[in-house]
């Protein structure tokens, strides 16, 4: 296991926070901002918009699929950050 990583993440913008994982966890640095959360196959495509992103609850979330993906991160409104353990 690599060791933690913080990850600055700007307000309203997805931000990858994970290339390429299968299992993994992420934690939030602010637990008083609306982030939310989504996945694409490792090369696919950003998102660009909330589509199919899910609210982030709770202050952390596990990271396990089957094949590698990459996760990103959107904090609503305001500038936030998560430690990203894989």
Do not use: F, H, N
Request: glycine share 6%.
């Amino acid at each position: 296991m690599a060791d933690p990583v913080l990850v600055p993440c700007p307000a309203d913008q997805w931000t990858k926070v994970a290339t390429a994982v299968t299992i993994g966890q992420i934690w939030k640095q602010r637990t008083d901002l609306e982030y939310w959360q989504t996945y694409r196959a490792t090369g696919g495509a950003a998102p660009s918009d909330l589509t199919d992103a899910q609210a982030w609850v709770g202050q952390s979330a596990k990271i396990s699929a089957p094949s590698a993906i990459d996760v990103y991160i959107y904090p609503k409104k305001k500038a936030g950050s998560v430690r990203v353990d894989l």
